[in-house]
């Protein structure tokens, strides 16, 4: 079944410590994008890309990196410099052409806490 | 600028009864319109859009949304409740004219259905 799948379910990190959370889609869909969720606060864009090799700085971009190398995957790295990476992060896709009718398809998250 | 508006934290409702989510919200031009559910941890769910055409849009699960273009309103609305369609739910936005901005998302409104 095609889908979108985020790597891992729970991950903590020490303080100072760079994590990557994955994110891969057999969609084959030309955008990917990647959401903060915190409480009360929705839904916050952090990164998205729209074609390899390129991507956009969301609301929130300070503190995150992403890389595109890949159609299929769209990788975050949340580094030292993010401060309070503590989070539920969700991975998002969608074509660019043709029927969108589902607006963006939803990976199942990671949760992100800091021990 | 896009923006939704979710006015509501939290909905509660009787089961069997009526109930709708409310959501407002702002773009140049005609707008993309997408109500999505959360349920705990894990990632959103397409249940219904609006592009053009009938101002009442059915969707999953026995939902329906009204847009209303001079209220820029866009409610959900299920005719009677369940308590499994207790989550949390988000409408979400983009300017139809805008190219492939990212879609905007509310904050979410927790729908509690009492038995």
């Known amino acids: 079944d095609g889908g979108i799948t985020q790597s891992p379910k729970y991950l903590f990190r020490k303080e100072g410590q760079n994590v990557t959370l994955s994110c891969e889609q057999n969609l084959n869909h030309d955008a990917m994008y990647w959401y903060r969720q915190d409480p009360g606060q929705g839904l916050r864009l952090i990164y998205y890309s729209q074609i390899v090799n390129d991507f956009q700085k969301g609301d929130i971009a300070e503190g995150y990196s992403v890389s595109r190398e890949k159609k299929e995957s769209f990788p975050l790295t949340v580094t030292s410099a993010q401060k309070n990476p503590t989070a539920f992060y969700l991975c998002?896709?969608?074509?660019?052409?043709?029927?969108?009718?589902?607006?963006?398809?939803f990976g199942s998250g990671t949760r992100l806490t800091v021990v | 600028a896009q923006s939704v508006a979710q006015p509501e934290d939290q909905v509660n409702v009787a089961e069997g009864n009526p109930l709708t989510v409310k959501c407002t919200y702002s773009v140049s031009g005609n707008p993309y319109l997408f109500w999505y559910v959360q349920y705990p941890n894990r990632g959103l769910q397409f249940l219904l859009k609006y592009i053009t055409g009938d101002n009442l849009v059915k969707g999953s699960y026995g939902f329906e949304a009204e847009f209303n273009k001079s209220q820029t309103s866009f409610h959900l609305k299920k005719p009677s409740a369940l308590v499994s369609d207790s989550a949390l739910y988000f409408c979400?936005?983009?300017?139809?004219?805008?190219?492939?901005?990212?879609?905007?998302f509310g904050k979410g409104t927790r729908l509690s259905v009492i038995a």
């Open positions: 998002a896709s969608t074509p660019l052409t043709g029927p969108r009718d589902y607006g963006y398809t």
């Open positions: 979400a936005v983009r300017a139809l004219n805008s190219g492939n901005t990212p879609l905007v």
